[in-house]
Nanobody, 124 residues
Framework: QVQLAESGGGSVQAGGSLRLSCAAS????????MAWFRQAPGNEREGVAA???????IYADSVKGRFTVSKDKVKNTLYLQMNSLKPEDTAIYYC??????????????????WGPGTQVTVSS
């Protein structure tokens, strides 16, 4: 059974940095795309960044140049390095996995496995 568990969330002042981690387990397939999503109160869940099994990445326009997604295949862990954080980055951050091998995207419907989320709060 695929399991995803996020960690690394917390509170930080604007301009600060955080690194989120997502430990993945329960699968052996190498054809997996993984992504970070976030959801703020009253907002829909939105894609932040994604990475496929060969290391290609995509980002939401709102985080380009500030966030970096990476993956350690040996540790089966996904990371999101977040720099120059803004109050509007405040949200619950979720990691997700997709084994369909249909291409890299940031639509929530493309991902079938989700972690429980970790809170990120950025104060001004």
């Amino acid at each position: 059974q695929v399991q995803l568990a996020e960690s690394g969330g917390g509170s930080v002042q604007a301009g600060g940095s955080l690194r989120l981690s997502c430990a993945a387990s329960g699968y052996t397939s190498a054809s997996v795309s993984m992504a970070w999503f976030r959801q703020a109160p009253g907002n829909e869940r939105e894609g932040v960044a994604a990475i496929d099994n060969v290391g290609s990445t995509i980002y939401a326009d709102s985080v380009k140049g500030r966030f970096t997604v990476s993956k350690d295949k040996v540790k089966n862990t996904l990371y999101l390095q977040m720099n120059s954080l803004k109050p509007e980055d405040t949200a619950i951050y979720y990691c997700a996995a997709d084994f369909s091998d249909v291409g890299l995207g940031l639509a929530p419907a493309e991902f079938g496995y989700w972690g429980p989320g970790t809170q990120v709060t950025v104060s001004s």
